[in-house]
């Protein structure tokens, strides 16, 4: 990976990591408590249950996806970068654009 490469990689993942962190800030608001009162209504509070739990598994993926981010963003500064975690070999650029928080090649990941 050449320096031009490498610094549009640092930039898609510190894209991601706004993308992410304000999906988090949305999702976090979305999985309040609900309250108790029945002021919404039974039946829109068992949809409001049932989306709580669809929002916290969200949450939870998100949460999950900036800590991989904000690792490849502490990698990005070593000489290592770019190259699979497991075999050694490059992880393609396409594949780091399209998925930067990947720190396996396409064949490993698998
Ligand atoms: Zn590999």
């Given amino acids: 990976m050449n320096e031009k490469e490498k610094s549009e990689v640092v930039s898609r993942i510190k894209l991601e990591i706004d993308k992410t962190k ?6 976090k608001e979305l999985t309040k408590p609900i309250s108790p009162e ?4 039974r039946v829109s509070r068992m949809d409001a249950i049932n ?14 996806k900036l800590n991989k981010l904000n690792h490849s963003l502490r ?4 000489p290592g970068f770019g ?3 497991r075999c050694g070999g490059n992880i393609a650029l396409g594949r780091l654009m399209l998925l930067p928080e990947s720190s396996y090649c ?3 990941a698998k």
Avoid at 22 to 27: D, G, H, N, P
Avoid at 38 to 41: D, E, K, L, R, V
Avoid at 51 to 64: D, G, H, V
Wanted: glycine share 2%; with cysteine.
């Fill in 51 to 64: 989306n709580k739990s669809i929002n916290e598994n969200r949450l939870r993926t998100a949460e999950n």
């Fill in 38 to 41: 029945n002021a919404i209504g």
């Fill in 83 to 85: 190259s699979c975690a």
């Fill in 75 to 78: 990698k990005s500064s070593e």
């Fill in 106 to 108: 396409i064949r490993c």
């Fill in 22 to 27: 304000s999906e988090i800030i949305e999702l």
